[in-house]
């Protein structure tokens, strides 16, 4: 009777022993998923995808948090400052590095302060124009200033990658337009559907609607190559910006410091969720492309827009925030 007594005492704290090792199963318990942006948004979708699929492969919700302000700072602060136990991640996009580099003071570091876990998706942006401007990409980067001032180009706001792809172009070609700033791509792209303003970047994604229904022209994406969901858009290369090349990426992270075996077990589980077929065809429909990636290898992706991003400033003499 003591020899059994023995045993089960010792099969009963079997459990105690793991989890005070640090060998808890993961997850036991649900995941906060934030989004940094308002619901509805191409970050919103990409992490319900992806949230669902990981909730049906490891048997606990990853509950979409929607944090939005300040361009993304407020959520990914948020996340920055939580605990690194796997159970706070966030659907980070390119606003991550930029937001780093264009305030005197940034919230966080946009590499010290996060375990990368993978990259999930890719897509260009794209400068589309009212139908009533006749110009195309290269009569527009020739165009005289006093001509081109007067033409609104509508951006999604100061942290994102559609305002920074125009410093960019303004630096390099001497382009000058009339930047408008919005509170986001929506607002933008109404404005230059209904003729206000006659140009809008936009990720691909975003524009692909109007174009196919005539209501706005595509003149160049910024992807390296021709994208499969629209061949016949030329490349930002195609027109002469030949080292203008800029991808909107959509990642996933989690607080610095999260142990290495929760990152692998997320990045393998995320991979397997992309490879998804319902999920491929939702990613298309988006121009997004499936793009996952090892941990270290998101990282130096990081590490390349923060000095791409840091080099744009420098070059456009645009004041930090």
């Given at each position: 009777m003591v020899l059994r007594s023995a045993i089960l005492l010792l099969i009963a704290s079997f459990p105690t022993a793991l989890a005070a090792a640090g060998q808890e199963k993961y997850p036991a318990k649900p995941v906060r998923f934030v989004v940094p942006y308002a619901?509805?948004?191409?970050?919103?979708?990409?992490?319900?995808?992806?949230?669902?699929?990981?909730?049906?492969?490891?048997?606990?919700?990853?509950?979409?948090?929607?944090?939005?302000?300040?361009?993304?700072?407020?959520?990914?602060?948020?996340?920055?400052?939580?605990?690194?136990?796997?159970?706070?991640?966030?659907?980070?996009?390119?606003?991550?590095?930029?937001?780093?580099?264009?305030?005197q003071k940034?919230?966080?570091?946009?590499?010290?302060?996060?375990?990368?876990?993978?990259?999930?998706?890719?897509?260009?942006?794209?400068?589309?124009?009212?139908?009533?401007?006749?110009?195309?990409?290269?009569?527009?980067?020739?165009?005289?200033?006093?001509?081109?001032?007067?033409?609104?180009?509508g951006t999604s706001g100061q942290a994102g990658g559609p305002h920074m792809t125009y410093l960019w172009m303004r630096a390099r070609t001497g382009l000058v337009l009339n930047e408008v700033t919005y509170k986001g791509g929506g607002p933008a792209m109404a404005d230059a559907v209904g003729g206000q303003i006659q140009l809008v970047?936009?990720?691909?994604?975003?524009?692909?609607?109007?174009?196919?229904?005539?209501?706005?022209?595509?003149?160049?994406?910024?992807?390296?190559?021709?994208?499969?969901?629209?061949?016949?858009?030329?490349?930002?290369?195609?027109?002469?910006?030949?080292d203008i090349a800029v991808l909107l990426w959509y990642g996933v992270l989690a607080p610095a410091g999260t142990p290495r075996d929760i990152v692998a077990i997320l990045n393998r589980e995320i991979a397997k969720s992309l490879r998804a077929?319902?999920?491929?065809?939702?990613?298309?429909?988006?121009?997004?492309?499936?793009?996952?990636?090892?941990?270290?290898?998101?990282?130096?992706?990081?590490?390349?827009?923060?000095?791409?991003?840091?080099g744009v400033i420098a070059q456009s003499n645009e004041p930090l925030q």
């Amino acid at each position: 009777m003591v020899l059994r007594s023995a045993i089960l005492l010792l099969i009963a704290s079997f459990p105690t022993a793991l989890a005070a090792a640090g060998q808890e199963k993961y997850p036991a318990k649900p995941v906060r998923f934030v989004v940094p942006y308002a619901p509805g948004g191409g970050s919103d979708i990409t992490a319900r995808a992806i949230g669902q699929k990981l909730g049906e492969a490891l048997g606990y919700t990853f509950v979409v948090d929607s944090r939005p302000g300040a361009s993304g700072l407020v959520g990914t602060e948020l996340v920055a400052k939580s605990p690194a136990d796997g159970y706070t991640l966030i659907l980070a996009d390119s606003a991550h590095t930029i937001n780093n580099v264009i305030y005197q003071k940034p919230r966080y570091d946009a590499i010290k302060d996060f375990a990368p876990i993978t990259l999930v998706a890719t897509t260009p942006l794209a400068l589309m124009a009212h139908p009533s401007l006749q110009p195309t990409l290269k009569e527009l980067i020739a165009m005289p200033k006093a001509q081109s001032e007067k033409i609104a180009l509508g951006t999604s706001g100061q942290a994102g990658g559609p305002h920074m792809t125009y410093l960019w172009m303004r630096a390099r070609t001497g382009l000058v337009l009339n930047e408008v700033t919005y509170k986001g791509g929506g607002p933008a792209m109404a404005d230059a559907v209904g003729g206000q303003i006659q140009l809008v970047f936009t990720s691909l994604a975003a524009g692909i609607p109007f174009v196919k229904s005539g209501r706005l022209k595509a003149l160049g994406v910024t992807s390296p190559g021709r994208h499969p969901a629209m061949p016949d858009i030329q490349t930002f290369q195609e027109a002469g910006l030949k080292d203008i090349a800029v991808l909107l990426w959509y990642g996933v992270l989690a607080p610095a410091g999260t142990p290495r075996d929760i990152v692998a077990i997320l990045n393998r589980e995320i991979a397997k969720s992309l490879r998804a077929p319902d999920v491929r065809e939702r990613f298309a429909a988006l121009a997004l492309d499936i793009s996952p990636s090892g941990p270290e290898e998101f990282r130096k992706l990081l590490d390349r827009e923060l000095t791409i991003w840091r080099g744009v400033i420098a070059q456009s003499n645009e004041p930090l925030q």
